[in-house]
């Protein structure tokens, strides 16, 4: 496919997704206030957004301001956040961003790339979660469902993992004010029906205008 046939495939599939999710959201229950998400998204790394939801419903009890919990002992946050993994690492991240955040940037999350990549435990995607949901720019967080689905869908081979460059292609391909909602969908999506294993190809509704399912409808015939 053409760049142009490309984003006009991705058109339609944008709108298909808004028809089957109309109420895009992020998953992660951070009650509007853009230094837990910073918080939460840290903590998503390898583990379930229900999970770190659950977690940060007692973490953020006890420590319910970016003050709070940016003088909170670290061996507390270890302890309340050790469900979610990592836990010595995201631990010292969360408490270092947030005196960060407190003493550079006074207590407001940044809203630039550059800037957010310097908080501890912040790269691309988050960063990019953090820029579309915040300050609802455009911005493509190039996740594991991102990076699956969209290979299958025919916008880059199937074999390319790297997010940095996937985030480059679709940001080309997707309209830059549906890019945020895009993403959201796509990862419910990923979860619905186009499983990492055993995707549901012959239920898709997506199946007319995904290379991956379309060969995968031939290879039955």
Request: glycine letters at 6%; proline letters at 5%; one cysteine or more.
């Amino acid at each position: 496919m053409t760049d142009a046939q490309k984003r006009r495939r991705m058109k339609k599939i944008v709108s298909a997704l808004e028809e089957i999710y109309p109420d895009a959201s992020c998953a992660l229950e951070y009650g509007g206030e853009p230094w837990r998400l910073m918080v939460m998204a840290r903590l998503s790394a390898q583990c379930t957004d229900a999970r770190v939801n659950e977690v940060c419903r007692v973490l953020f009890e006890k420590f319910p301001t970016l003050d709070e919990l940016a003088d909170a002992p670290l061996e507390e946050i270890a302890r309340i956040i050790r469900p979610c993994g990592l836990w010595q690492k995201k631990s010292e991240n969360i408490k270092d961003e947030c005196i960060i955040l407190r003493e550079r940037f006074g207590g407001v999350l940044p809203d630039n790339m550059d800037d957010l990549l310097s908080l501890p435990g912040v790269g691309r995607k988050i960063a990019n979660l953090l820029l579309g949901d915040i300050y609802k720019m455009p911005a493509i967080v190039a996740d594991t469902h991102c990076i699956r689905i969209c290979g299958r869908l025919g916008m880059y081979p199937e074999t390319l993992k790297d997010a940095h460059k996937v985030e480059k292609i679709m940001s080309a391909l997707v309209e830059p004010q549906s890019q945020s909602d895009f993403c959201h969908r796509i990862v419910q999506f990923g979860r619905d029906v186009c499983m990492a294993r055993s995707p549901m190809c012959t239920k898709c509704p997506l199946r007319e205008n995904c290379e991956h399912g379309m060969q995968k409808t031939l290879d039955r015939k």
